[in-house]
């Protein structure tokens, strides 16, 4: 929150839950565990966006119009360059399948780069019960702290 109002802090919160409502929501560490410019690490994670959705909605994804909702967050820190993301998947599309994938895809795009460090964590944001206050009771406002803090919004579509 360093360089943003509290409007603005507010506005990405309420962005990401919104997002969050549309499927079941996953937080991602995209992390190479080396340091890359930012146009690197963007391509990379731009890579990764596109392969994973050919390989869960096949080699058409782009003209059904149907693809995996993505927010990744850049941040560059102590020779570590990585991606706090947020991913979004429809009912239709089973989460094991995509954690796998993704595991699979995140590992051979950086051993194209000769790097063997790079790792992928994936963490359910758990639902909310009805009572819920978003501190105790789920993990849907941690998820969006985290997925908010320090770097910089990659918003180029895949």
Known sequence: MSNMTREQWQQLQDNIND???????????????????????????????????????????RTKGTQLGWGHNLEHKNGNSHSHSILAINDDVCATDVKRHSRHIWKKLNRLNQN???????????????????TTDCNRKAAIVYALKGGAPLSAKA
Do not use: D, M
């Not at 340091?35 to 050919?54: D, M, S, V, Y």
């Not at 063997?116 to 978003?134: D, F, L, S, W």
């Open 19 to 61: 997002f969050l409502q549309s499927g079941a929501g996953y937080i991602v560490t995209l992390n190479t565990r080396e340091t890359l410019r930012h146009a690197e690490l963007a391509e990379i994670i731009l890579k990764f966006e596109r392969q994973l959705n050919r390989k869960i909605y096949g080699t058409k994804w």
């Open 116 to 134: 063997t460090q790079a790792q992928i964590y994936i963490q359910k944001i758990e639902g909310c019960k009805p009572h819920c206050n978003h």
